[in-house]
């Protein structure tokens, strides 16, 4: 023991340690200060001023009246909650006396006051499970994506395989009718009634659907991926800070943004945001300006719509909503002069309708047609119930269907005239055609019924009229070999009395030749009369012999 008091007798106080902590503080060498301070405590655990030179060096301030300064304490990043919070404060207030604890629970009252509250999606455990949730979204979308994909190149292949299909039953229609009669329209049409082709096609327009739905299921997938991806991206800094400094990250986008020339959806969203930070620093009355740069763009926007109105009801709209922006600037003057401009409105447009008015009165006395009484009529009714509008309108719609009726009545009428012009006409043919026919079965002139005479001319035969000189073809014929067909005639009779008597038929078959060389002559009746009766002639002969 007394050897233990003797080796202690020259080693440094606790006093003299926790002294050069504070010094190594005053230094910014936090570690050294923390490794004095926990030296001072090896030798006293319940010595309240280590502990809170400990805490001094976590938060790597300079001095222990610091820790009664916010401003002091957010200087050395470490800082994320109060006081009270921190394990070596807790300690430091269970082992002071009375009148250091009444200190130290001046601290943590003056940090409490200035301590921001802060909103959860600003803690550690919000930003890891909303990392995690992101993560696990992102996943998800891989795996859509990757069945979309499946599924897409599964359709694209089965639009293929039919589209190959179809080819192959193009070609064979083109193999079974090659010939340059079957042209390409026919093989068209004969492939367009193949039952296999048909179903082909429909599978390929049901496989190309198909396909489409899968791409924009791929393609919405890949953009919640990527929305999701950069929601990850943005809150990834943010682990391993404290929770207020991601505050200030936000804090400091937000002025940044809204330092910039915003739109008014654009300043809306940044107010929504500043008030998201629940009071952080200035963040309520940047709020509040953004809301009131939002009434400015609006007020702005209805200054620029007023300019370009011209209707009542655009004006009245106007006017409602310069009076919701109660006494901004010059809204009620602006009001006022949309209320002026909206009755100007009503006024123009009753001026209007009066000269309209007027002009279809006008009108209405000098229509004569059906469409312009129906028109007028029609116009009228777009004009409600202005003056006798209705009353007009029903007139002109009753006059317009009295023309109406006219004009059917005058069609049916044009209509019956024109069948029974044309079964007159048609019965005067008949008759015509049947008395025509009549003169020509008794040998008169089918055209007048006058008499005909039977005339040769440039070697054809013609009936010819007496009265109207009507000519008729009758044949054609070469007078120059009439002599034969007489001929033909002759040799035919006495050929024919001859073969009773078993003469040799040399005068038929003579007969036959000539009436031949003469069926081109005017006479080539009696010519063919001659080759019959020589044709009898031989065959009496034949029959003679046959029957011995």
Known sequence: MENQIKDNAGAPSVESLVKRGCLFLEDSEWNKADEYFDKALDINP???????????????????????DYNELRQGKKFDRPLGEYGNFQKALR?????????LNDFDQKIKANFPKIPQRFTDEFIKSEIARLEKEIANCSEEIAKGEKEYSRYDSNVKMYIEENKKIFNRYNELYPFPGYDQAYRSELIGKDEEYLRNKKYINDASE??????????????????YEAKKLELEPLVGISCLDRMDYHYSRFVEAMQ??????????????F????GYKDSAELADKCGKLVIKKQFEKMVKEKTSANTEEKYRDLSKRFRKMGSYENSAQLAEECDKLADECVKRKEREKKALYDELVKNKSTASSEDSYLDLAQKFRNMGDYENAVQLANECKKQG???KE??????RQAEKQRKEKEWQEAEAYRRKKEQSENWKRAGRCPLCGGRINKTYIDGTFYNICNSCKNKEYLYSGDSSNNGKATASLVLGIIGLLLSFVFAPPILPIIGIILGAIALGSTKRYMALTGIILSIMGILVFVMKIVNG
Do not use: W
């Not at 082992?95 to 200190?103: E, I, L, T, V």
């Open 46 to 68: 319940e010595h309240a001023p280590a502990y809170i030179g400990k805490l001094c060096a976590e938060l790597k301030v300079r001095m222990e009246d610091s820790l009664g």
């Open 95 to 103: 082992f002071a006396d009375d009148g250091y604890r009444k200190k």
């Open 210 to 227: 198909d396909k489409g739905k899968a791409r924009k299921y791929v393609d919405e997938y890949k953009n919640k991926k990527t929305e």
């Open 260 to 273: 910039k020339e915003s739109t008014e959806e654009e300043y809306k969203n940044l107010a929504e945001q």
């Open 275 to 278: 008030r998201s930070l629940e």
């Open 401 to 403: 269907d009295i023309l």
């Open 406 to 411: 006219q004009r059917k009545e005058q069609e």
